[in-house]
């Protein structure tokens, strides 16, 4: 019955590992999606090979954060196993199926309460105050409530086809912005591999199999990642024009004191 007890703590203190590590490398300015899912890997050790842990490791914070959720990952788990096998070596079969019972059972509890909406709220808040008493360099941002995530505005990446009324102009042509659509970067594919080129100039020139980080409304976004060039296109551009105009217009009304 040690065995498991420790089996059960030691399940659980892993979960609470990487919770504490997903909302340290939030606090570093990554998403939650992403952040969860590099705390995860990191702490595992297996599937931290995508194109975003290059983008977390070149971080200094994040990189101390990702260290030691390895390290903590390494050890952790192992003992994890080992306490596995001990729980139910030289158990009758009876025993070995109690015990089973009671393990199923208690990850299904640590199932519950850690997708539990209300206790990630507590959660985050109390890890948050935590790490920045302990890691003041930790600076937090709330990308969401920033750039209006939830007020119709969103960001979106947009491939670029050859077809697409997107394809070889520069930003400068499209004129997006008035369409309220704000470029923030590019993934471009090179002989070298992908780069990322940020905060693009009016000058550069979209080509075909470009990806587009885009910021603007919802529905704006969605209807230039389906237009296609020609006549059509540049219709299709100029009403989205008049959309963002009339709500720029409606935006200041509602501003008003």
């Not at 979960?15 to 340290?24: D, F, K, S, Y």
């Not at 890997?41 to 914070?61: N, P």
């Not at 948050?128 to 990446?157: C, M, N, W």
Request: charged fraction near 25%; proline fraction near 2%.
């Amino acid at each position: 019955m040690i065995a498991l007890i420790s089996l059960i703590l030691a399940i659980t203190v892993s979960l609470i590992i990487v919770r504490i590590g997903a909302v340290a490398l939030e606090m570093t300015g990554l998403s939650r999606e992403v952040a969860s899912f590099q705390a995860q890997s990191a702490f595992s050790g297996t599937g931290f090979t995508t194109s975003e842990s290059e983008y977390v490791v070149s971080h200094s914070a994040r990189r101390k954060i990702i260290r030691i959720l390895i390290f903590l990952g390494s050890a952790g788990i192992t003992s994890v196993i080992a306490t596995l096998v001990l729980t139910f070596v030289g158990k009758g079969r009876e025993e070995a199926t109690g015990y089973l019972l009671i393990l199923i059972m208690s990850l299904i509890v640590l199932y519950i309460v850690f997708t539990s909406k209300t206790v990630d709220r507590l959660m985050r808040k109390w890890i948050k105050r935590f790490l920045q008493r302990a890691f003041p360099e930790l600076r937090v941002y709330d990308y969401t409530q920033l750039l209006g995530i939830t007020h119709g505005y969103s960001i979106s990446q947009i491939k670029v086809k050859k077809n697409s009324w997107l394809a070889n102009k520069s930003l400068r042509e499209l004129e997006l912005d008035k369409e309220g659509i704000l470029v923030l970067g590019i993934y471009r594919k090179t002989k070298d591999g992908e780069v990322y080129i940020g905060a693009p100039r009016g000058d550069m020139v979209i080509l075909p199999g470009d990806v587009l980080v885009c910021y603007g409304p919802e529905e704006a976004l969605l209807e230039l990642s389906k237009r296609v060039k020609g006549k059509k296109g540049d219709e299709a551009h100029e009403e989205a024009v008049k959309r963002a105009q009339l709500r720029a217009m409606e935006e200041e009304i509602k501003a008003r004191p």
